[in-house]
Protein backbone atom coordinates (compact mmCIF):
# COMPACT_ATOMS: atom_id res chain seq x y z
CA UNK A 1 0.00 0.00 0.00
CA UNK A 2 1.68 3.25 -1.15
CA UNK A 3 2.03 5.95 1.72
CA UNK A 4 -0.62 8.24 -0.03
CA UNK A 5 -3.47 5.52 0.00
CA UNK A 6 -2.64 4.80 3.29
CA UNK A 7 -3.23 8.64 4.74
CA UNK A 8 -6.51 8.82 2.51
CA UNK A 9 -7.72 5.43 4.74
CA UNK A 10 -6.28 7.21 7.63
CA UNK A 11 -8.61 10.48 7.04
CA UNK A 12 -11.72 8.83 5.73
CA UNK A 13 -11.18 6.39 9.51
CA UNK A 14 -11.11 9.67 11.32
CA UNK A 15 -13.92 11.52 9.58
CA UNK A 16 -16.24 8.47 10.74
CA UNK A 17 -15.12 8.66 13.82
CA UNK A 18 -15.73 12.10 13.89
CA UNK A 19 -19.21 11.99 12.61
CA UNK A 20 -20.27 9.07 15.38
CA UNK A 21 -19.44 10.81 17.80
CA UNK A 22 -21.14 13.97 16.63
CA UNK A 23 -24.01 12.03 16.29
CA UNK A 24 -24.39 10.24 19.63
CA UNK A 25 -23.54 14.00 21.36
CA UNK A 26 -26.31 14.99 19.56
CA UNK A 27 -28.89 11.84 20.53
CA UNK A 28 -27.87 12.71 24.34
CA UNK A 29 -28.51 16.30 24.19
CA UNK A 30 -31.87 15.08 22.73
CA UNK A 31 -32.75 12.96 25.42
CA UNK A 32 -30.31 11.36 27.54
CA UNK A 33 -30.27 7.87 28.74
CA UNK A 34 -29.00 7.44 32.41
CA UNK A 35 -26.14 5.12 32.42
CA UNK A 36 -26.53 1.37 34.97
CA UNK A 37 -26.14 1.63 38.61
CA UNK A 38 -22.49 1.24 38.76
CA UNK A 39 -22.93 -1.78 41.61
CA UNK A 40 -25.28 -4.47 42.04
CA UNK A 41 -27.67 -4.09 45.39
CA UNK A 42 -27.07 -6.21 48.32
CA UNK A 43 -28.79 -9.27 48.81
CA UNK A 44 -30.75 -8.11 51.41
CA UNK A 45 -32.01 -4.79 49.40
CA UNK A 46 -35.39 -4.08 48.74
CA UNK A 47 -37.97 -1.48 47.95
CA UNK A 48 -37.47 0.45 51.28
CA UNK A 49 -33.62 0.39 50.61
CA UNK A 50 -34.45 2.52 47.06
CA UNK A 51 -34.55 6.49 46.45
CA UNK A 52 -38.11 5.54 45.19
CA UNK A 53 -40.69 8.41 46.11
CA UNK A 54 -42.83 6.20 47.43
CA UNK A 55 -43.06 3.35 49.34
CA UNK A 56 -46.43 2.19 49.50
CA UNK A 57 -46.48 3.47 52.75
CA UNK A 58 -44.40 6.06 52.56
CA UNK A 59 -42.97 6.29 55.84
CA UNK A 60 -39.81 3.69 54.61
CA UNK A 61 -39.52 5.63 51.65
CA UNK A 62 -38.79 8.85 53.22
CA UNK A 63 -36.39 6.96 55.91
CA UNK A 64 -34.44 5.84 53.06
CA UNK A 65 -34.43 8.79 50.35
CA UNK A 66 -30.91 9.62 50.87
CA UNK A 67 -29.09 9.54 47.21
CA UNK A 68 -25.50 9.62 45.94
CA UNK A 69 -24.96 13.21 45.16
CA UNK A 70 -22.91 12.63 42.30
CA UNK A 71 -25.62 11.10 40.47
CA UNK A 72 -27.85 12.14 37.84
CA UNK A 73 -31.19 13.09 39.23
CA UNK A 74 -34.27 11.38 37.83
CA UNK A 75 -36.64 12.82 35.07
CA UNK A 76 -33.30 13.74 32.70
CA UNK A 77 -33.25 10.77 30.83
CA UNK A 78 -35.22 8.82 28.70
CA UNK A 79 -34.41 5.13 29.24
CA UNK A 80 -33.18 3.78 32.44
CA UNK A 81 -31.66 0.44 33.75
CA UNK A 82 -33.39 -1.00 30.41
CA UNK A 83 -36.47 1.08 30.60
CA UNK A 84 -37.43 3.42 28.23
CA UNK A 85 -40.37 5.48 27.94
CA UNK A 86 -41.72 5.69 24.43
CA UNK A 87 -44.35 8.86 23.62
CA UNK A 88 -47.12 7.49 21.05
CA UNK A 89 -46.83 11.11 19.45
CA UNK A 90 -44.50 14.65 20.36
CA UNK A 91 -46.38 17.23 18.11
CA UNK A 92 -49.82 18.62 19.75
CA UNK A 93 -52.02 21.49 19.27
CA UNK A 94 -52.85 24.17 21.69
CA UNK A 95 -56.27 24.59 23.38
CA UNK A 96 -57.92 21.24 21.49
CA UNK A 97 -58.35 17.70 23.32
CA UNK A 98 -56.06 15.17 22.82
CA UNK A 99 -54.91 11.83 23.45
CA UNK A 100 -51.39 11.41 25.26
CA UNK A 101 -50.58 8.35 24.55
CA UNK A 102 -47.45 6.04 25.23
CA UNK A 103 -45.52 2.82 26.68
CA UNK A 104 -42.90 2.29 29.15
CA UNK A 105 -40.59 -0.68 27.16
CA UNK A 106 -38.75 -2.85 29.16
CA UNK A 107 -35.06 -4.32 28.89
CA UNK A 108 -37.02 -7.05 26.47
CA UNK A 109 -38.17 -4.10 24.27
CA UNK A 110 -41.69 -4.65 24.33
CA UNK A 111 -44.29 -2.42 26.86
CA UNK A 112 -43.81 -3.46 30.47
CA UNK A 113 -47.96 -4.97 32.12
CA UNK A 114 -46.57 -5.31 35.61
CA UNK A 115 -46.22 -2.48 38.00
CA UNK A 116 -45.77 -2.64 41.73
CA UNK A 117 -47.95 0.14 43.17
CA UNK A 118 -46.36 3.36 44.54
CA UNK A 119 -48.60 6.02 46.41
CA UNK A 120 -51.44 4.19 45.45
CA UNK A 121 -50.87 3.98 41.60
CA UNK A 122 -49.13 1.74 39.16
CA UNK A 123 -47.74 5.00 37.43
CA UNK A 124 -47.81 8.92 37.62
CA UNK A 125 -47.71 11.44 34.87
CA UNK A 126 -46.89 14.93 35.48
CA UNK A 127 -46.66 16.73 32.76
CA UNK A 128 -45.49 20.49 32.85
CA UNK A 129 -43.96 23.17 30.17
CA UNK A 130 -40.65 24.37 30.06
CA UNK A 131 -41.37 27.46 31.30
CA UNK A 132 -42.85 25.24 34.66
CA UNK A 133 -46.27 26.70 33.87
CA UNK A 134 -49.47 24.75 33.94
CA UNK A 135 -48.47 21.81 35.78
CA UNK A 136 -50.11 19.38 35.96
CA UNK A 137 -50.33 15.29 37.61
CA UNK A 138 -52.72 13.14 36.14
CA UNK A 139 -53.14 9.15 36.11
CA UNK A 140 -53.61 7.64 32.79
CA UNK A 141 -54.86 4.21 32.24
CA UNK A 142 -53.31 1.39 30.80
CA UNK A 143 -54.74 -1.27 27.80
CA UNK A 144 -53.70 -5.08 28.35
CA UNK A 145 -50.84 -4.31 25.72
CA UNK A 146 -49.19 -2.15 27.99
CA UNK A 147 -50.33 1.14 26.08
CA UNK A 148 -50.87 4.38 29.10
CA UNK A 149 -53.77 6.78 27.89
CA UNK A 150 -55.36 9.55 29.01
CA UNK A 151 -57.35 12.58 27.51
CA UNK A 152 -55.34 15.91 27.77
CA UNK A 153 -55.59 19.65 26.76
CA UNK A 154 -52.18 21.07 26.24
CA UNK A 155 -53.36 25.25 27.05
CA UNK A 156 -50.24 27.07 25.51
CA UNK A 157 -47.41 26.78 22.42
CA UNK A 158 -44.44 25.65 23.67
CA UNK A 159 -41.92 22.42 24.48
CA UNK A 160 -43.80 20.64 27.68
CA UNK A 161 -41.86 17.93 29.81
CA UNK A 162 -43.59 14.71 30.73
CA UNK A 163 -42.53 12.72 33.48
CA UNK A 164 -43.65 9.20 34.31
CA UNK A 165 -42.54 7.82 37.95
CA UNK A 166 -43.01 3.91 38.73
CA UNK A 167 -41.91 1.00 39.72
CA UNK A 168 -41.26 -2.16 37.41
CA UNK A 169 -42.64 -5.21 39.06
CA UNK A 170 -39.42 -6.98 38.03
CA UNK A 171 -36.81 -4.23 38.90
CA UNK A 172 -37.65 -3.50 42.49
CA UNK A 173 -37.02 0.13 42.94
CA UNK A 174 -38.96 3.37 41.52
CA UNK A 175 -37.95 5.17 38.16
CA UNK A 176 -38.37 8.64 37.06
CA UNK A 177 -38.37 9.18 33.41
CA UNK A 178 -39.09 12.22 31.00
CA UNK A 179 -39.06 13.25 27.68
CA UNK A 180 -40.42 16.40 25.79
CA UNK A 181 -43.05 16.87 23.32
CA UNK A 182 -43.84 19.98 21.31
CA UNK A 183 -46.89 21.83 21.07
CA UNK A 184 -47.54 24.06 18.30
CA UNK A 185 -48.79 28.04 18.60
CA UNK A 186 -47.03 31.12 19.97
CA UNK A 187 -44.93 30.50 23.09
CA UNK A 188 -44.85 33.48 25.52
CA UNK A 189 -42.82 32.46 28.32
CA UNK A 190 -44.75 32.67 32.10
CA UNK A 191 -42.48 34.14 34.41
CA UNK A 192 -41.69 32.26 37.75
CA UNK A 193 -43.72 33.34 40.72
CA UNK A 194 -42.05 35.11 43.30
CA UNK A 195 -39.85 33.29 46.49
CA UNK A 196 -42.13 32.95 49.25
CA UNK A 197 -42.99 30.83 52.21
CA UNK A 198 -46.75 31.90 51.26
CA UNK A 199 -48.88 30.95 48.56
CA UNK A 200 -52.82 30.82 48.15
CA UNK A 201 -54.61 28.61 45.97
CA UNK A 202 -58.80 28.27 45.45
CA UNK A 203 -59.17 29.94 48.48
CA UNK A 204 -56.80 28.53 50.76
CA UNK A 205 -53.68 29.91 52.25
CA UNK A 206 -50.56 27.53 52.18
CA UNK A 207 -47.36 28.18 54.56
CA UNK A 208 -44.14 26.33 53.37
CA UNK A 209 -41.41 25.85 56.33
CA UNK A 210 -38.36 24.73 56.25
CA UNK A 211 -34.77 25.49 55.73
CA UNK A 212 -32.82 22.75 53.68
CA UNK A 213 -29.33 22.73 52.89
CA UNK A 214 -28.41 21.88 48.85
CA UNK A 215 -27.04 18.13 49.11
CA UNK A 216 -29.33 17.19 52.45
CA UNK A 217 -32.36 15.68 53.11
CA UNK A 218 -34.56 17.96 55.08
CA UNK A 219 -37.79 18.50 56.10
CA UNK A 220 -40.33 21.10 54.62
CA UNK A 221 -43.35 21.56 56.46
CA UNK A 222 -46.54 22.81 54.86
CA UNK A 223 -49.28 24.80 56.65
CA UNK A 224 -53.07 25.31 55.10
CA UNK A 225 -55.43 27.43 56.09
CA UNK A 226 -58.81 28.61 54.44
CA UNK A 227 -60.53 32.17 55.94
CA UNK A 228 -57.86 32.53 57.99
CA UNK A 229 -58.44 28.76 60.12
CA UNK A 230 -56.43 25.64 60.17
CA UNK A 231 -57.77 23.02 58.27
CA UNK A 232 -57.84 20.36 60.31
CA UNK A 233 -59.98 17.84 58.13
CA UNK A 234 -57.90 17.23 54.67
CA UNK A 235 -58.47 13.91 53.10
CA UNK A 236 -56.43 10.72 51.93
CA UNK A 237 -54.64 11.92 48.70
CA UNK A 238 -52.83 8.96 47.32
CA UNK A 239 -51.81 7.27 50.67
CA UNK A 240 -50.74 10.75 52.33
CA UNK A 241 -52.41 14.24 52.92
CA UNK A 242 -50.49 15.65 50.47
CA UNK A 243 -48.44 14.51 47.46
CA UNK A 244 -45.23 16.97 46.78
CA UNK A 245 -43.50 16.99 43.04
CA UNK A 246 -40.10 19.33 43.09
CA UNK A 247 -38.73 20.26 39.70
CA UNK A 248 -35.28 21.94 39.11
CA UNK A 249 -35.27 25.46 37.36
CA UNK A 250 -33.21 25.00 34.03
CA UNK A 251 -32.91 21.32 33.69
CA UNK A 252 -36.53 20.18 35.47
CA UNK A 253 -34.70 17.61 36.90
CA UNK A 254 -37.41 15.70 39.21
CA UNK A 255 -37.24 15.66 42.64
CA UNK A 256 -38.47 12.61 45.17
CA UNK A 257 -39.92 14.05 48.25
CA UNK A 258 -41.21 11.07 50.88
CA UNK A 259 -44.46 12.06 52.97
CA UNK A 260 -43.53 11.61 56.69
CA UNK A 261 -47.12 10.75 57.79
CA UNK A 262 -49.65 8.49 55.77
CA UNK A 263 -53.31 8.58 55.23
CA UNK A 264 -55.72 5.81 55.79
CA UNK A 265 -58.65 5.99 53.95
CA UNK A 266 -61.75 7.89 56.41
CA UNK A 267 -58.78 9.46 58.31
CA UNK A 268 -58.58 13.01 59.11
CA UNK A 269 -55.48 15.15 58.63
CA UNK A 270 -54.14 18.64 58.60
CA UNK A 271 -53.16 21.62 58.83
CA UNK A 272 -49.33 20.33 58.35
CA UNK A 273 -48.27 17.70 55.56
CA UNK A 274 -44.55 16.90 55.87
CA UNK A 275 -42.00 15.98 53.70
CA UNK A 276 -38.85 14.83 53.31
CA UNK A 277 -36.61 16.06 50.33
CA UNK A 278 -33.55 16.64 48.84
CA UNK A 279 -32.50 19.37 46.99
CA UNK A 280 -29.33 18.24 44.68
CA UNK A 281 -27.86 21.39 44.37
CA UNK A 282 -27.91 25.37 45.08
CA UNK A 283 -30.08 26.67 42.49
CA UNK A 284 -33.77 27.85 42.23
CA UNK A 285 -36.82 25.04 42.22
CA UNK A 286 -40.68 24.73 41.92
CA UNK A 287 -42.55 23.22 44.18
CA UNK A 288 -46.32 21.75 43.27
CA UNK A 289 -48.05 20.52 46.65
CA UNK A 290 -51.36 18.66 45.89
CA UNK A 291 -53.51 17.96 48.75
CA UNK A 292 -57.49 16.86 48.81
CA UNK A 293 -60.45 18.81 50.68
CA UNK A 294 -64.06 18.49 51.08
CA UNK A 295 -63.60 16.23 47.95
CA UNK A 296 -61.81 18.28 45.68
CA UNK A 297 -57.44 18.27 44.62
CA UNK A 298 -55.91 21.68 44.72
CA UNK A 299 -52.26 22.49 44.06
CA UNK A 300 -50.55 25.10 45.72
CA UNK A 301 -47.32 26.08 43.83
CA UNK A 302 -43.81 27.70 45.45
CA UNK A 303 -40.66 28.89 44.02
CA UNK A 304 -37.86 28.46 46.14
CA UNK A 305 -34.16 29.82 45.71
CA UNK A 306 -31.72 27.03 47.42
CA UNK A 307 -28.11 28.31 48.31
CA UNK A 308 -25.15 26.17 49.66
CA UNK A 309 -26.70 26.69 53.54
CA UNK A 310 -30.70 27.57 53.47
CA UNK A 311 -33.73 28.60 51.13
CA UNK A 312 -33.73 32.26 50.12
CA UNK A 313 -35.76 34.13 51.42
CA UNK A 314 -34.61 33.17 55.11
CA UNK A 315 -37.82 34.58 56.49
CA UNK A 316 -39.43 31.01 56.16
CA UNK A 317 -41.56 30.80 59.63
CA UNK A 318 -40.18 27.97 61.19
CA UNK A 319 -42.53 25.85 63.42
CA UNK A 320 -42.86 27.33 66.84
CA UNK A 321 -44.86 25.23 69.55
CA UNK A 322 -46.43 22.87 66.96
CA UNK A 323 -44.76 19.21 66.74
CA UNK A 324 -40.83 19.62 66.35
CA UNK A 325 -39.75 17.91 63.07
CA UNK A 326 -38.24 14.63 63.85
CA UNK A 327 -34.84 13.92 62.52
CA UNK A 328 -33.48 11.30 60.53
Do not use: C
Request: hydrophobic letters at 35%; zero cysteines.
Amino acid sequence: MTRAVALRLGAYAGALALAFAGAFALGSAVDPIAAADPAPKSDHAGPADEMGDDMGDGTAGHEAGHSDPGAQPPGLAVSQDGYTLVPAATFFQPGKPETLKFTVNGPDGKPVTQYTKTHEKDLHLIVVRRDLSGFRHVHPTRDASGAWSIPFDFTAGGTWRIFTDFQPAALGKTLTLGTDVNVSGLYIPVPLPEASSVTSTDGYDVTLAGTPVAGKESELTFSVTKNGKPVTDLEPYLGAFGHLVSLRSGDLAYLHNHPVQMAEAGSKGGPQIKFGTTFPTASTYSLFLDFQHAGKVHTAEFRVDVTGNAIVPGAMPTPGSEETPHGH
